[in-house]
């Protein structure tokens, strides 16, 4: 009797998927209600008035940024996920898309990261001379919102899996036509993210709509959706191998399709 296929591939990605989700849960509540940093203060704050935030603050933004020490790679074990579902559904040769979402997700972990390190930095020594704390804030700050670039190598990779029609003839696949059109609009709507650098108030600020409150929604969402794109074809994966007995792996396309 032949031995039932092997689910430990498909398993492993739901589980690390959750994991990734858990983190980027914790990530969230720290970044809201520890450091207090949705929505940010306010850009043409004064040194004094930044110095002052930390010092109130200070406990709550060095615990937050202990949680963030532990929380803010969720990234990585998501694109992981998606990086491994782009290469099965990357067929016809190397699979450069899903490795430049890996690289993607690797490095956007880092900007996800450092922005608590520097307002932990911050509260360590509130009592210092308030324009170092302001210097150290404002990094931190613009670290998070500038870095967009990061994200859209991803969104880009997404997308043109997305738009492939011979990605559409493979069974289970997360990544249905519809969803490359809303990557690419998330896409387009992070590139507003750099202009931080100029203005201190109005749409472009570091808490404007154009530059934070779209995309910190926007992010949620397409984790979100992808999150559940990818739980559904998991499970359709599984379902596929334990009703053939096979591996699931796509098959061969024909010529035609491979554009």
Known sequence: MPAAPSLFSEKSQRAILWWGIGLAVVYAVALIFLMKMVPPPDADWSAERVAEFYRDNSTSIRWGAVISGWTGAFMMPILAV???????????????????SLVSGAVMSIWLALPPIFWGAAAFSADRNPEITAMTHEIGLLTLVTTDQFYVFLWVGVTVLCL????????HNPFPRWWGYLSLWITI???????????????????????FWSPLSLFGVWISIQSWLLFRALRGQEAEKLATGTTGAPVSEPAEALL
Do not use: D, H, Y
């Open 164 to 171: 492939r029609p011979a990605t559409q003839l493979v069974k």
């Open 189 to 211: 709507m992070f590139e507003a993210g750099a202009f931080a650098f100029v203005p201190k108030t109005g749409l472009l600020s570091w808490n404007g709509l154009l530059v």
């Open 82 to 100: 998606v990086a491994i579902q782009m290469a099965r559904v990357e067929t016809g040769g190397a699979k450069i898309w899903a490795a430049l």
